[in-house]
């Protein structure tokens, strides 16, 4: 970094204002972790050097010995810690190994049935906005309006009528434990293949505290940015029957040169799963998650579905008459960066919700007390949201409760 401050000190300038953003503040996008420090550097390793094209022992390029050691190590952890038949680990994030899974048994147009982005699925699984939409034959199921649980009777019903390729479950925003064991039997029954999309459960899976999908899914797709506290990227699972398929799909489907320097971290995110320290940190994550939606409570914000059963919960603002986007921004102004995210069933036309997690405040050693602080922040902050001389010292006090808790 001395050196990139006399070669390059603007480039230098921009890392150590986000290094000193990230300490400054508390970082509550439920998309985020901290990585460790074996992982930043294994990703910027010699493994940079190196261009890898293929998989495994199946390499295009000669000299590419080791690095189809790393893939084949990487993918056997993955294997290890979710039990699943065949990984393949080259993919560069959750999207690109959902498509690439896709790919993978789709054809063009092709029927897919999927839980509606609307109700807090991912984007990359058939929102109109989104390109597999334009590729594939989307249509949704919801969830129970009354139970706010996914609603499953839907769901067989849809595969009954309209006889999809492939059902895709998945969540974004949507904190509630997904029965893939239901699932699989609904799909199975009907011809149909099940995938599902854990990008956001993956570490919550490898330590054990919420349902692993692989046993009852055909394809299970994941990242290792969010609960994983890994880099970002993304890999994807199967059984044994679609492994030819995957591995195709991937190369030469849709990745050629491998980012091997991002597949060494991820390596080290996956064996690190297995840790005993792992397994309390995501443990504290989801307990910090469900006392911050209490707390919410308590000063009178609603939660939507009450509660969440992860690391993420989605925050309803209408008892306040706040839109979401509007106290994002006010709460991203005073150093507390979340989403805003619109509310299941809601008509209003703002979201008026906003989308919020636990892992990085977690990880940076807070509990009770801090998320109480917190959670007296936001309602301090939706109480005088147009007030500056309020948000000026709610910012002096989010600072100070970074330097508390420090990265």
Excluded: W
């Amino acid at each position: 970094m001395e050196n990139l401050k006399i070669k390059d000190s603007e480039l230098y300038n921009l890392i150590a204002s986000e290094a000193n953003y990230q300490k400054e503040t508390l970082q509550m996008i439920a998309s985020e972790s901290i990585q460790p420090k074996e992982a930043l550097i294994l990703a910027g390793s010699c493994f940079n050097n190196k261009t890898s094209v293929g998989n495994g022992d199946n390499q295009r390029l000669l000299g590419s010995f080791y690095a189809g050691e790393l893939q084949k190590l990487a993918a056997k952890r993955a294997c290890e810690v979710f039990g699943a038949d065949y990984a393949n680990v080259n993919t560069y994030s959750g999207s690109v190994a959902n498509f690439t899974a896709y790919s993978a048994v789709l054809d063009i147009h092709d029927k897919v049935l999927a839980l509606d982005p609307v109700c807090g699925a991912h984007q990359s699984h058939g929102d109109s906005r989104n390109i597999s939409s334009k590729i594939y034959d989307f249509d949704f199921f919801g969830l129970n309006k009354e139970t706010l649980d996914i609603d499953y009777e839907e769901a067989e019903r849809k595969i009954k009528e309209n006889k999809p390729k492939l059902l895709v479950i998945g969540s974004a925003a949507y904190p509630r434990r997904i029965n893939y064991k239901r699932l699989s039997a609904i799909c199975h029954e009907n011809g149909v293949l099940l995938m599902a999309d854990i990008a956001h459960f993956s570490g919550l899976v490898a330590a054990g505290l919420s349902e692993n999908p692989v046993p009852y899914c055909d394809i299970v797709t994941a990242s290792t940015t969010k609960t994983m506290c890994g880099p970002h990227s993304g890999f994807i699972m199967c059984k044994d029957f679609l492994k030819e398929r995957v591995e195709k799909a991937v190369y030469p489907g849709y990745v050629a040169s491998v980012h091997l320097q991002t597949t060494a971290a991820m390596a080290y995110a996956l064996e690190n799963t297995k840790t005993a320290e792992f397994k309390i940190l995501m443990q504290k994550v989801i307990k910090n998650a469900e006392f911050m939606c209490e707390a919410l409570k308590k000063r009178g914000f609603d939660i939507f579905t009450g509660g969440t059963d992860c690391h993420m919960f989605l925050i309803d603002l209408r008892p306040f008459n706040v839109d979401g986007k509007r106290f994002a921004l006010e709460l991203e102004k005073i150093g507390i960066p979340v989403n805003s995210k619109a509310i299941p069933f809601d008509e209003s036309v703002l979201p008026m919700g906003v989308r919020a997690g636990t892992t990085v405040l977690t990880q940076r050693g807070m509990g009770e007390h801090e998320l109480n602080e917190i959670a007296d922040i936001f309602l301090e902050l939706i109480e005088n949201i147009d007030n500056d001389k309020v948000k000026d010292d709610l910012k002096v006090k989010v600072k100070s409760l970074a330097e508390k808790c420090p990265i």
